[in-house]
């Protein structure tokens, strides 16, 4: 069974996670290149996506992990454990620095691509099928879940200040700034005029 597809980005690669691997072919042709062990055989190659630039391609399944392979040779460049079940989703974002999962578990993990370390996770429903994507300008990740919810998550930290004042309706008062961001100046931040 065939569980995903992905182009590299000029169109010359496409992969097709099946079985417990991923393989990928030259195009137009459909030569073979080189298929790739997504899940320890588990029989479960659940995702796979090719970064922006085409040089790596991001893999999951019926593991833990995401795994990082060479797009051009099929060469294992890496992995980082996301879920604690199945990693069902994968995309890059648009600059290709972060990678982003969806687990079985509902678990959505943020992997910073260098590092190769989980950077973030963000809430959702548990034990739920979802897919994930980045938008094109990279500033908003979208999560679709198999009960038919979709949550949109902005990364602009505009927003998230803009929503924890409608939240609150107020300034932190200076000496909830001391305690909760120690580390900056006071500064009233909900105020109209710092939005």
Known sequence: MVYDLAF???GMLLAASHGAVATVWSMPDAVERYSVNVDDGLGAAFAVAFSPDGATMATGGAVKDVRFWDAQTGTPTGSVVVTTTFVISVGFSP??????????????????VGDRSVIGQLPGPENT??????????????????????????????????RACDVVNRPLTPEEWERFIPDMDYEPVCDDSAR
Do not use: K, Q
């Open 129 to 162: 099928f979802n897919s994930v994507a980045f938008d094109p300008s990279g500033e908003t990740a979208f999560v679709s879940y198999e009960t038919g919810e979709a949550i949109a998550w902005s990364f602009d930290i505009g927003d998230w200040r803009d």
């Open 8 to 10: 590299g980005p000029d």
């Open 95 to 112: 600059d290709g620095d972060t990678v982003i999962t969806g687990g079985w578990d509902g678990a959505i993990s943020l992997v910073d």
